[in-house]
């Protein structure tokens, strides 16, 4: 994109230059450069300056491949990518002035046919989708990335026609959720379905559907992405939650978090380490902050008591 504007000097002759408190030059302003100068010394007294003139820009036929676009950019998220265009209800051409009737009646028929366009199955299923991720984004507190993943696999998932029959918020949980897993996010079934007020063993269903109708490869999670939350919502020290780390990875290496619950591990591993340390954290407490009943607390750490041989 070249700019064809040419360079103009403008000389201002009611306005001096007063450095140093001597009345020098007139001021000239360099409408390319943005600056205000001294005709008489050259001093540079403003620059940048805002042009207010009228903006005219010359287009070459390679920049036509490459320009970019203004305003809100597309988006995955958006039901219509966020490239919809809207009719305006105003009945004035672009001066201001009114239409015809004949207009009036051409322009009326358009609008009704670019509504009926708009309305189809598929436009309506996603642009329900997508308001309930985005009332769920918020409370999960996920980013914009995962929320454009789990975008593309709802809309990869409503081209294979898997989500017919199954309910909307469902499906587009369970694809947040297995977004959140791919980014490394670390969000439990529990945490999506509580936050989308979807029952966990419906959430579980939809997941496995996913899965295996998309043939996605997901990884398990991993402990000790959650045990700075779970430690940080029931008051543990950083050293209790660095010594937490070490006891998960201490059970890995002996083959004792093979089949179980990350959180689980993650919840035992903290509760451990805070007897160790001497702080107060109760089963009950953890139990409530990881979403782990305290029984399986208990269980876990009877074995990790007995195989690892902790001081507790």
Not at 15 to 41: F, M, Q, W, Y
Not at 249 to 269: C, F, H, I, M, Y
Not at 278 to 285: C, F, L, P, V
Request: hydrophobic content about 35%; aromatic content about 6%; overall charge positive.
């Amino acid at each position: 994109m070249i700019s064809n504007k040419k360079q103009e000097l403008v000389f201002e002759k009611d306005k001096t230059c007063l450095r140093d408190g001597i009345s020098h030059g007139p001021l000239v302003t360099d409408n390319v450069r943005g600056e205000i100068l001294c005709a008489k010394c050259g001093t540079i007294l403003e620059d940048r300056v805002e042009d207010s003139g009228s903006e005219q820009k010359l287009f070459t036929a390679e920049d036509y491949g490459n320009s970019t676009r203004t305003g809100l950019g597309s988006a995955l998220s958006i039901h219509d990518k966020g490239l919809s265009t809207v009719i305006g209800n105003t009945d004035r051409d672009a001066s201001g002035n009114s239409i015809s009737t004949y207009m009036k009646y051409t322009f009326n028929r358009l609008r009704t046919w670019d509504t009926r366009s708009k309305s189809s199955s598929a436009e309506r299923n996603l642009r329900s989708a997508f308001v309930v991720m985005g009332a769920i984004q918020p409370k999960l507190e996920v980013s914009d990335a995962v929320v454009e993943r789990a975008a593309y696999l709802y809309r990869k998932a409503l081209t294979k026609n898997i989500i017919r029959g199954r309910t909307i918020s469902g499906m587009i949980l369970s694809a947040l959720y297995i977004a959140c897993r791919e980014s490394g996010v670390p969000r439990t079934l529990q945490d999506v379905s509580s936050a989308g007020n979807v029952s966990f063993k419906n959430l579980s269903r939809h997941y496995r559907i996913f899965v295996k109708t998309l043939d996605l490869q997901v990884d398990s999670l991993n402990p000790s992405e959650f045990v700075s939350k779970i430690g940080t919502s029931v008051g543990l020290s950083e050293k209790a939650q660095r010594d937490a780390l070490g006891i998960i990875e201490d059970a890995k290496k002996r083959g004792l978090a093979d089949g179980k619950n990350p959180v689980s591990l993650a919840a035992t591993a903290l509760f451990l380490s805070g007897m160790i340390n001497g702080e107060k954290a109760t089963q009950d407490s953890i139990a409530k902050a990881s979403g782990i009943s305290s029984v399986t607390i208990r269980n876990v750490a009877k074995v990790f008591r007995k195989k690892m041989e902790l001081g507790t």
